[in-house]
């Protein structure tokens, strides 16, 4: 269907594409991958026609419809839900049509199209991909005007996905989207019903969506069947035998130059010499698919740990100006938790992120930290808050007072920034150069608790796999707010749901999360146990008299006491349990066996506490 014909195109000093050529299938899914940089969004500028290759082509059959989301963010005083219905051109311009035409049969015939296209089903269509993407009724009657740039991109998305073009190209469509609104997109580009090439360094939506893959490597493309997990290992493959091929040519090469050299000025052997110096010559060499390496991540781990729980909040709330955003928040971290925050935006994720960093005071309740505890926050929006004339070396220069121009470069280096990147002005850094050094500042002095905030915008696949080795090997707290369902899967071993004015843990993992986001019959996960006992429950009782409503809600607190005392034995038993952990860190053994002892007793205590509630509750009763 799209034909790329041997293009080749320079932009200055800089090779994009050399002599790159690929057929996309018609009906195909397909994930367009590659290093920040390469040339990808600059290939859909050359599809969309507002670029041309230097030689080559690009071909499209004729009255293609292509649907691109543009850069800037749409504006204006109209509605949501209007702008989105004009997306689909024909059907607006046949109402307009309706409501001047004057000839009996050009009427008939208008609305005999529009009822072929099902265009009275139109606004429902428009309200449910908007609702989708995290626009509820009211939302999709305001005007554009009275959102955020980045809302106002939803928005513009929802328009192309109602216009349903043949082919549908995304750059990065889920930079400007929560978890929720990424599960929704990924479930629906499953059953759209045309051609999709998505720019995406989301491993989720590239394994959940496309069926072929299209690589950009060393200014060619190649075209892989299969979706990204597929491309990884083929070409893991390919790269073994092409090394193994070049393993085996080089020595050939060096077999026949041997001789060569041996015998180039011996009468007898001078034409068998020659033979094998033409035979040099013609045999062409092999290069072997070596990827350009990857920068690690360096996250310092704290140098001393501290005694669990790190923070523990019991009967809290938040919010702003004395109104509270969340309550009753009866939770505990502990120094070693990884834990996700699920939840769309605006239900107060970043609030409770702010709590947990010390940045807000709650309004309610009680929220304890460890006095020595120092917290890492990165959050995305804060990379527009660097100073664009500083360089990566005048950051790091004030956090290392008093040492040598040697050693403020060499941690430089760690970050990222070696050499002349280290004196390179940030204004003219990439966005994944700004995120590193963002990190690299964030966590500079090894906190005890680190908030990612959207750490992966800007990142490609491999910075992002460089980034959860980086998470995983780090040893402190970790709280994590994402829309990569990868990077939650792979660091995240809690959940904690931000919904209904409150923060608890979610009971179940991301699939369960993601039935219960897009409503399907496993939207309410639930442990066996409770499955069985609603099965065989009796009729619904009256609600508990209202003087047991605070008994209730201490009880349950302490239940939630109970669980995390447990949780945290539980992980200092499996420590114990390693035989080398005595041996290699006595100090550190010794000091979790302290530990599980005072987190036993207070979990006896609790016990003892919710044994006593209990029987109140039944006195009540």
Not at 16 to 36: K, M, T
Not at 74 to 88: C, H, K, N, R
Not at 152 to 180: G, Q
Request: hydrophobic residues 40%.
């Amino acid at each position: 269907m799209l034909h790329i014909n041997d293009i080749t195109l320079r932009l200055g000093p800089r090779v994009l594409f050399d002599h790159a050529s690929a057929a996309l299938p018609e009906g195909a899914r397909i994930g367009f991958v590659g290093r920040n940089g390469t040339g990808k969004t600059t290939l859909f500028k050359m599809i969309a026609d507002e670029l041309s290759p230097d030689t080559g082509s690009l071909t499209l059959p004729k009255q293609m419809r292509l649907g691109r989301v543009e850069q800037e963010a749409p504006g204006g005083p109209g509605s949501l839900i209007d702008f989105v219905l004009a997306a689909d051109l024909e059907r607006t311009k046949l109402l307009e049509e309706a409501e001047t035409a004057t000839d009996p049969q050009r009427i008939a015939d208008i609305h005999a199209r529009l009822v072929d296209m099902n265009a009275h089903a139109a606004p429902a269509r428009a309200a449910r991909i908007l609702a989708g993407l995290g626009f509820d009724f009211e939302a999709q009657a305001r005007p554009l005007s009275a959102f955020s740039g980045g809302w106002r991109m939803r928005v513009a998305l929802a328009a192309v996905l109602f216009s349903e073009p043949d082919l549908l190209l995304l750059d990065e469509p889920t930079n400007y989207l929560d978890l929720e609104g990424t599960l929704w997109l990924i479930d629906y580009l499953q059953r759209y019903p045309a051609t999709i090439l998505v720019i995406s360094h989301d491993r989720d939506m590239l394994d959940a969506v496309c069926d072929h893959i299209l690589h950009l490597n060393h200014s060619k493309l190649t075209l892989w069947t299969g979706n990204y997990t597929s491309f990884e290992k083929q070409r893991r493959e390919q790269q073994a035998i092409e090394a193994k091929h070049k393993k085996k040519q080089d020595e050939q090469r060096k077999h026949l130059q041997a001789f060569v050299d041996r015998f180039r000025a011996s009468a007898t052997k001078a034409a068998q010499a020659q033979s094998r110096i033409k035979m040099l010559a013609r045999m062409e060499p092999v290069t072997a698919l070596v990827d350009g390496g990857v920068l690690p991540f360096h996250l310092p781990s704290p140098a001393k740990p501290l005694k669990p729980p790190i923070i523990s909040m019991d009967h809290a709330s938040v919010g702003y100006d004395g109104k509270a955003v969340l309550k009753n928040l009866n939770l505990t971290i502990s120094d070693d938790d990884r834990i996700g925050l699920l939840g769309s935006n605006g239900n107060g994720k970043s609030t409770f992120a702010k709590l947990i960093a010390g940045r807000l005071q709650p309004l309610d309740g009680t929220v304890k930290r460890s006095a020595k505890m120092e917290v890492g926050f990165f959050a995305q929006h804060q990379v527009d808050d660097l100073d664009e004339g500083a360089t990566p070396y005048q950051c790091v220069q004030p956090l290392m007072k008093g040492a040598s121009e040697a050693q403020i470069r060499g941690k430089c280096a760690q970050l990222g920034f070696a050499n002349v990147k280290a004196d390179t002005k940030v204004a003219m850094l990439s966005g994944g150069e700004k995120a590193r050094l963002l990190m690299g500042l964030s966590t500079f002095t090894g906190p005890h608790l680190l908030i990612l905030d959207e750490p992966t915008n800007h990142l490609d696949i491999d910075s992002r796999a460089a980034l959860i080795e980086a998470i995983n090997e780090y040893q402190g707290a970790v709280i994590l707010v994402s829309h990569d369902r990868y990077l939650l899967d792979a660091c995240a071993d809690r959940l904690w749901q931000v919904a209904d004015g409150t923060v608890k843990p979610f009971d179940g993992d991301m699939d369960d999360y993601k039935a219960l986001i897009l409503g399907t019959p496993d939207s309410k996960p639930r442990k066996k146990a409770q499955l069985e006992a609603v099965a065989s429950a009796p009729a619904a009782k009256a609600p508990p008299p209202k003087a047991a409503v605070p008994l209730k809600k201490r009880l349950t607190a302490v239940e939630d006491r109970i669980t995390q005392f447990q949780g945290l034995i539980a992980r200092i038993d499996k420590a114990l349990s390693d035989r080398d952990a005595f041996i290699s860190q006595p100090t550190r053994a010794a000091q979790l066996a302290k530990q599980r002892g005072e987190l036993a007793k207070a979990l006896s205590t609790a016990e003892d506490e919710w044994l006593m509630l209990s029987a109140e509750q039944d006195a009540a009763q």
